[in-house]
């Protein structure tokens, strides 16, 4: 089955939802819209509207001083950077500026952080971004290796969400499923879909979909 995707558009300006309705399957869940966010990660134009809708969360509130990209998400990242450090926005670290890093994955999925790249989070107040916090299992993840490398998490960020909250920490969104309606997500254990017996339609991911 070919997935068809759907431009909706929002409340915000320059921004869209680009969706496909269905049934879908991803690593923690079956869910019955897929949300593709790859526009909104690669074109600088939307990240750039992404990054301004996501700082105004934490310009007068909050320090960064390292910005943590999960999800290939590191334009937005780095238009997120700019945005805070206009102005004369102040962080903590002795370069006066802010780190846009990547992490590393283990076959285990855990994150990793090298030697080069270990200081950046060490000591550090760290912002977490997201393509997407549904399960919230990877924000968690980033959650844990954050403190396990010496970090402070200050929040995290995304562009879609289901959750307000995980592992603690506010969950701040541009969409939530409020802008879908009638989304759902199902373990897979417990997935009504499977157990009327409709096909999955594609397998998801943060990188997009492989239909089925």
């Known amino acids: 089955m ?11 300006q320059d921004l869209f939802l680009r969706v496909a309705k269905g049934h879908f399957a991803t690593s923690h869940s ?3 819209y897929f949300i593709d966010v ?4 690669t074109r600088l134009s939307e990240a750039r509207a992404v990054a301004q809708e996501l700082v105004s969360y934490y310009t007068h509130t909050t320090i960064v001083d ?16 700019s945005e805070l450090t206009r102005d004369g926005y102040t962080n903590m670290n002795a370069h006066q500026t802010i780190y846009v890093v990547t992490p590393e994955h283990t076959t285990g999925s855990q994150l990793l952080f090298r030697e080069n790249t270990a200081p950046m989070i060490a000591g550090k107040h760290v912002l977490i971004l997201a393509a997407s916090v549904t399960t919230g299992y990877t924000a968690q993840a980033a959650v844990e290796a954050v ?4 970090g402070q998490v200050v929040g ?3 562009i879609f969400s289901t959750v307000d909250e995980c592992a603690g920490y506010p969950v701040r ?3 939530d499923p409020k802008d879908l309606g009638d989304y759902q997500s199902f373990e897979s254990r417990e997935c009504p879909w499977c157990k009327a017996g409709q096909k999955i339609d594609a397998l998801v991911n943060s990188f997009g979909y492989s239909s089925l």
Not at 147 to 150: E, T
């Open 66 to 81: 390292t910005i943590l990209c999960l999800d290939g998400t590191e334009v937005i990242g780095s238009c997120m950077a």
């Open 147 to 150: 403190n396990y490398y010496g």
């Open 2 to 12: 070919a997935i068809r995707l759907v431009k909706m558009p929002t409340k915000k």
């Open 173 to 175: 969104s541009i969409f």
């Open 156 to 158: 995290i960020s995304s």
């Open 38 to 41: 790859t526009i909104q990660k």
């Open 30 to 32: 079956h869910i019955n």
